[in-house]
């Protein structure tokens, strides 16, 4: 580590921290040059390790989580520094939900979040899918994927609501004791999720307190490519990787239905929340999960459109390019200059900026496994080429590829964020 090196940001208030900070990182987001490369340091299950707790009270304890990403930010001092885990398994417990695994639920109390992918959509389900979605999704997939909402089987059509006055004579069956079971569910989840928000929105306003804005470039709402949201949650991958071969024109047919709720779901919440943000991770769509033919046709066009109309309503998508996308570079330099963010998690960050550097901020960078393993000295002698060969011109924020920290050493994190402000400078 540098024994001359003296930090630019000791001796500063919070509020002119905070006011650089942000305009570093709008700069950085709008393709501009900022004064130096912004750093983001997200922590995650590394705080509990940093604090000596386990992973379930981080999660579980708002107060105490908190209190550890304040000292560490402030030890690191990057420009980003997030970490708290706002959505707990809150909502997950109240609804039975089967689809993940938490710290002390469903795993031991260190374990990490796990997404238990199952396949509640059947091939026989397409057709109904199909003529109402939301119907479907409330008579059929919410009882098949909640234990506690399987009483939302036994009411009638939804569409029947259309009826008026007529159907208030169906009202009876919501007085089903398992009808009202599952509503009851959904009021605990409810409760969960608006307490969840509230400590997330209480932890961004003590840490803008001390001169740090959280990533609210990722603040808004969330969806998927369409192939996504039809393969996570509903059909799993070897479900959507069959439909491809078997129900191709189905499967297509279901990636516009949820395109187009998706969208409306987007522009509407991004409005109302006032952040001109939306995040959407990609999980089937990198080098090797499918052919680049496959990728022309089920999930490149799907996603570019989702992509265009955000931008098209002054929203700009911040996309996760989740494993490797050397292969399809190319596809994302068709995107509008300046429109997207691109956080790449293992992709050659250094093919990424020259095939779309001009295209769109890039995000990433540090793998967390030489933070985990590395030595002071390759820390700052990647660090030193990614400040000088991908942050040139500008349009680049320094990070791990996944966002957080888990399992890293300290002592190569404060390494790696005082080079970055060592060689980040323009």
Not at 150 to 165: D, E, I, Q, R
Request: aromatic share 12%; proline share 6%.
């Amino acid at each position: 580590m540098s024994q001359t090196f003296t930090d630019p940001d000791v001796g500063k208030s919070p509020e002119q921290l905070l006011s650089e900070r942000m305009k570093r990182i709008q700069d950085a987001l709008t393709l501009k040059q900022p004064d130096r490369i912004p750093i983001s340091v997200g922590f995650g299950y590394f705080l509990a390790d940093y604090g000596g707790i386990t992973r379930r009270e981080f999660q579980d304890n708002p107060a105490k989580a908190h209190e550890l990403l304040e000292k560490a930010a402030l030890e690191v001092n990057p420009d980003i520094a997030s970490g708290v885990f706002g959505f707990g398994p809150g909502a997950s417990m109240a609804l039975g939900d089967q689809m993940t695994r938490w710290p002390g639920y469903g795993l031991d109390d260190n374990g990490s979040f796990q997404f238990a992918e199952q396949e509640f959509m059947k091939p026989e389900d397409y057709d109904a899918f199909l003529e109402d979605p939301s119907d479907w999704a409330l008579r059929t997939y919410l009882p098949r994927a909640f234990t506690e909402l399987k009483g939302l089987a036994k009411l009638p059509p939804f569409g029947m609501f259309n009826f008026g006055f007529y159907h208030t004579s169906n009202f009876a069956a919501y007085a089903d004791p398992e009808v009202y079971s599952a509503v009851k569910a959904m009021g605990k989840a409810i409760e969960a999720v608006c307490a969840a928000l509230g400590t997330v929105v209480e932890s961004g306003q003590k840490m803008a307190a001390l001169g740090f804005p959280g990533p609210f470039f990722l603040a808004g709402p969330l969806i998927e490519a369409p192939f996504d949201f039809m393969s996570d949650t509903l059909r799993g991958m070897r479900g959507i990787f069959l439909d491809m071969h078997r129900r191709p024109e189905k499967l297509l047919a279901a990636e516009e239905k949820v395109m187009h709720f998706q969208l409306e779901y987007a522009i509407k919440q991004s409005k109302a929340m006032g952040v001109p943000y939306c995040f959407i991770p990609l999980h089937r769509g990198s080098d090797g999960f499918m052919s680049l033919p496959q990728f022309e046709k089920f999930y490149w066009p799907q996603l570019k459109q989702c992509m265009l109309t955000l931008i098209e309503n002054d929203i700009t998508p911040v996309v996760f390019y989740e494993g490797f996308w050397e292969q399809r570079l190319k596809y994302l330099a068709e995107l509008p200059k300046g429109k997207s963010v691109g956080w790449f998690q293992s992709s050659d960050i250094f093919k990424v900026k020259e095939v779309v550097g001009d295209t769109m901020c890039i995000i990433g960078g540090m793998p967390t496994t030489l933070l985990q393993g590395g030595t002071v000295e390759q820390v700052r002698d990647l660090t030193k080429r990614l400040c000088k060969e991908v942050g040139k011109g500008g349009g680049y924020i320094m990070s791990t590829g996944i966002g957080e920290l888990e399992g890293c050493n300290f002592e190569l994190v404060k390494a790696w964020v005082q080079a970055a402000k060592e060689f980040g400078v323009y």
